[in-house]
């Protein structure tokens, strides 16, 4: 991988956990909905807000990439059920943003872009709405790159082409290193560029998927992959 330019790196299970930070910030969101709007719990339940997430998903197709645009959908449609208007919205919204971004960084994640950071354009590339600023990540960064500024998330060609740009290499000057094998190594493969899976649970490879280009276990894996010392 001597012809490396550009790095492009997914962010969450790549750099953290979200799973656990996603349920939290939700069973939080909904709290503070119950003490501040009642009606609204009143009317719905989590599975109800859920089931209507899924309805807007299906309405809105076309904006299946843009979190953001369907949170608000959603706090907006309950909160005129319940008879709020959009009153509530902009403050949910920040407290679900405020949670949503109260991650806990893989240990090797923040020496690792250091030292990628010195030899490479790195570039970040999420289909999710974190906020680099506010995790504490963003001047490991020259960009960022999400579904929402794309206007694709992956694995579709779009958001891939657009970070290629961003990172002013060629595609395959450009590596990209996730943990999801469709939308991170297929996607990425399929628009030309090179790929590591980032498999930090030792899973097997599906056998159904074009491989990477290299597995590692974790981003310290990556300098090791690259001679890249700390």
Not at 47 to 64: C, F, G, P, T, Y
Not at 144 to 149: C, E, L
Request: with cysteine.
């Amino acid at each position: 991988m001597q012809d490396i330019r550009t790095i492009t790196l997914d962010l969450d299970d790549t750099l953290w956990a979200i799973h656990p930070v996603i349920v939290r910030a939700e069973r939080a969101l909904y709290t503070w909905l119950r003490e501040h709007y009642p009606r609204i719990t009143e009317l719905f339940s989590p599975e109800d807000v859920l089931q209507l997430r899924n309805d807007i998903v299906a309405e809105h197709w076309d904006k299946s990439h843009d979190f953001y645009f369907l949170r608000r959908k959603v706090l907006s449609k309950i909160s005129h059920a319940a008879g709020y208007g959009d009153a509530p919205v902009d403050d949910a919204m920040t407290v679900f943003q405020a949670l949503r971004n109260d991650v806990e960084v893989f240990p090797e994640v923040r020496p690792a872009l250091d030292a990628l950071g010195e030899k490479y354009c790195v570039i970040a590339v999420t289909n999710g709405n974190a906020n680099l600023e506010a995790i504490g990540l963003r001047d490991l960064f020259d960009d960022v790159v999400s579904a929402t500024s794309a206007g694709a998330a992956k694995p579709a060609r779009q958001i891939f082409d657009v970070a290629v740009s961003a990172g002013g290499a060629d595609h395959h000057e450009t590596l990209h290193v996730g943990d999801h094998p469709e939308a991170d190594v297929v996607g990425a493969n399929e628009a030309g560029l090179r790929s590591v899976w980032v498999n930090r649970d030792g899973a097997d490879w599906p056998d159904h998927l074009q491989r990477p280009d290299a597995i590692v276990r974790d981003i310290g894996g990556l300098l090791s992959l690259l001679g890249v010392s700390l």
